[in-house]
T-cell receptor, first 112, second 121 residues
Framework: DQQVKQNSPSLSVQEGRISILNCDYTNSMFDYFLWYKKYPAEGPTFLISISSIKDKNEDGRFTVFLNKSAKHLSLHIVPSQPGDSAVYFCAAGQTGANNLFFGTGTRLTVIP | GAVVSQHPSRVICKSGTSVKIECRSLDFQATTMFWYRQFPKKSLMLMATSNEGSKATYEQGVEKDKFLINHASLTLSTLTVTSAHPEDSSFYIC?????????????????FGPGTRLLVL
């Protein structure tokens, strides 16, 4: 049972434009969420996180939005750069629990 | 962010041999580390949770006698793939949890190692 879903396996965006990556979850007990970026043959790199008490968190070019009622979060990257091309995983966790639940990833390609 | 290293980065071995993978947290102490496996074009699959000084907790379907985990110190966890077979070929990634307190306590960020590519011939 996939508790965290990324329904778009891939996304292509022109350099300079906004990239929007989406993530849905089913477990209402999740209370914090993270985005990771992964290059081939490397471990994921932490990008940004958000607690369920907030609906937005911003860090430089990266902004994560959380819509709890819809059980949906999104990662906005603006402006997109070619170096942003990677696979992006969203993850969800529950305070006090051990593990994170990961989505299946979205491959972002930023076209120069 | 916190740094996690993994060694080796790549290993090729013959079927039937055992392979040990090390995971180290370099600039923080990790009471909990995690071992993941990633299949091609698939998400990360949690194999087990490694707790310092105690037995690992394995996810359903993961053979604990085949994937031995030892968390001997606050900065080192090892995964040993015993009697490896070609179907064990995969990309193994460890992570370590850094505990931080936001407005809600104990929301943790996991930092990942660079991964180990295992190829069993």
């Amino acid at each position: 049972d996939q508790q965290v879903k990324q329904n778009s396996p891939s996304l292509s965006v022109q350099e300079g434009r906004i990239s929007i990556l989406n993530c849905d979850y089913t477990n209402s007990m999740f209370d914090y969420f993270l985005w990771y970026k992964k290059y081939p043959a490397e471990g994921p790199t932490f990008l940004i996180s958000i607690s369920s008490i907030k609906d937005k968190n911003e860090d430089g070019r990266f902004t994560v939005f959380l819509n709890k009622s819809a059980k949906h979060l999104s990662l906005h990257i603006v402006p997109s750069q070619p170096g942003d091309s990677a696979v992006y995983f969203c993850a969800a966790g529950q305070t006090g629990a051990n593990n994170l639940f990961f989505g299946t990833g979205t491959r972002l390609t930023v076209i120069p | 962010g916190a740094v996690v290293s993994q060694h080796p980065s790549r290993v090729i071995c013959k079927s039937g041999t055992s392979v040990k993978i090390e995971c180290r947290s370099l600039d923080f102490q990790a009471t909990t580390m995690f071992w993941y496996r990633q299949f091609p074009k698939k998400s990360l699959m949690l194999m087990a949770t490694s707790n310092e000084g105690s037995k690992a907790t394995y996810e359903q379907g993961v053979e604990k006698d085949k994937f031995l985990i030892n968390h001997a110190s606050l900065t080192l966890s090892t995964l040993t793939v015993t009697s490896a077979h070609p179907e064990d070929s995969s990309f193994y990634i460890c992570s370590a949890r850094e505990r931080w307190q936001g407005l809600i306590p104990y929301q943790e960020t996991q930092y990942f190692g660079p991964g180990t590519r295992l190829l069993v011939l």
